[in-house]
């Protein structure tokens, strides 16, 4: 069974650019959510999706845009970068059925913004 | 406002002894609890979990956690303590109508001494 995996590991990019963040979910599983981690701090839910639609969304502005694929691997797009999008950024994915919703997190990204 | 709370931002614990750390959340009904733990550099693993059932929780490397309704916490503990388990641990709460979405405390760093 395959883990939850992301790429690319690291990204450095300047103030303005846009990003494009991937995560391929755990195998059998059709929900995934991201996750922002500023250094120090717990992860902040950013948004989720479930069967290639939005299905909640942190508080997080509209630059901060995803998709999901059939193949339930997902992405998350920021776009317009300033620096305090400077995080680790988590992808983890899940299973969605009654009864608990344990979720798997990738390695993540580490975004460096300049 | 739904919360999450981890009192304590850093903890020292020699190796060998034991070690208990504090969560407590604030929310409308007893969401899903858990446990991880991110090494330096690394995602998040999943400690332990709870949904429903007995109150007190097994869970990987030897960790248990505790919940008390009545105090609206979820604290982890171990009874001795290895040098590889310090590393920054995250409580995390999810809502039961909720799929993923979670909100994670602040963590607390380990620190473990010979």
């Known amino acids: 069974e395959t883990g939850v995996t992301q790429s690319p590991t690291h990204l450095i990019k300047t103030r303005g650019q846009q990003v494009t963040l991937r995560c391929s979910s755990q195998s059998g599983h059709n929900t995934v959510s991201w996750y922002q981690q500023a250094l120090g701090q717990g992860p902040q839910f950013i948004f989720q999706y479930y069967r290639e639609e939005e299905n909640g969304r942190g508080n997080f502005p509209p630059r901060f845009s995803g998709l999901q694929f059939p193949n339930y691997s997902s992405e998350l797009n920021v776009n317009a970068l300033e620096l305090d999008d400077s995080a680790l950024y988590l992808c983890?994915?899940?299973?969605?059925?009654?009864?608990?919703?344990?979720?798997?997190f990738g390695p993540g990204t580490r975004l460096t913004v300049l | 406002a739904q919360s999450v709370t981890q009192p304590d931002i850093h903890i020292t614990v020699s190796e060998g002894a034991s070690l208990e750390l504090r969560c407590n959340y604030s929310?409308?009904?007893?969401?899903?609890l858990f446990w991880y733990v991110q090494s330096p550099g690394q995602g998040l693993q999943l400690l332990l979990k709870y949904f429903s059932g007995d109150t007190l929780v097994q869970g990987i490397k030897g960790f248990e956690a505790e919940f008390k309704r009545s105090q609206s916490s979820f604290n982890l503990r171990k009874p001795s303590v290895h040098w590889s388990d310090a590393a920054e641990y995250f409580c995390?709460?999810?809502?039961?109508?909720?799929?993923?979405?979670?909100?994670f405390g602040a963590g607390t760093q380990v620190v473990v001494t010979p």
């Open positions: 995390a709460v999810a809502p039961t109508d909720s799929w993923g979405k979670f909100q």
């Open positions: 983890a994915s899940s299973l969605r059925l009654a009864g608990g919703n344990e979720q798997f």
């Open positions: 929310y409308g009904a007893t969401p899903y």
